[in-house]
């Protein structure tokens, strides 16, 4: 079975390929210059419209992903502007780090939303992935992307860009959605 996945990331292709592990199900990117607008106000309504602005291309499976970065003490930002919160993925970690100086509570955590679109065009399953962790005060380590330096896991000392790929990816956000998608899949279509 083939699936659109929604996304331009080539990090988050790498990574979604890493945690599949059946060989019934191969993920097909969309078409250059894919670019949906995120105009929804939550994960799950922009994991939504990407999914359906694939289908619309395809009218074949379509499974788009929106994810991003809550922290507690901003109130749940940067939350859906995640990949918007400055211009560079540098700048962005600065200014993280600038609006958490002198603040203690450093709890956050990452969040995935999956959407899965049928051939017919409904909304055959969605779901939700977290990884709660914590803001350390300086960016560490070099693998993942975005804001991996300076997110350290619940029950780790380091961060998830000090982390080799596969632990990343045994507790990644995105790892526990696209588990229950494949579960889904597996259960309900194949
Ligand atoms: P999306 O591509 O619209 O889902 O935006 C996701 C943004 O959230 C990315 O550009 C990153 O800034 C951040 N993000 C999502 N997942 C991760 C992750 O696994 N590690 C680090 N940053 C992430």
Redesign the pocket.
Known sequence: MKIILS?S?P??VK?INEIMDTNDVEFILPPDGFDPD?TGTT?AE??LI?AKTAWELSHDWSLA?????CIDALGGQ?G?Y????AET?QK?IERVLKELDGIKNRKAH?T?CMTLIAPDGSIAFACEGI?KGSIIEEAKGTN?????PI?MPEGYNKT?AELPEDE?NRI???SKALVKVIDYIKTQVL
């Open positions: 996304t990331n990090h988050k990574e995120e994960f922009n994991s990407k992903d929106d994810s991003g970065l940067p859906i995640s990949a918007r919160y993925p962005r990452f995935c990884c993942g992307f975005g804001y991996d997110f998830i990343k990644s956000h995105r």
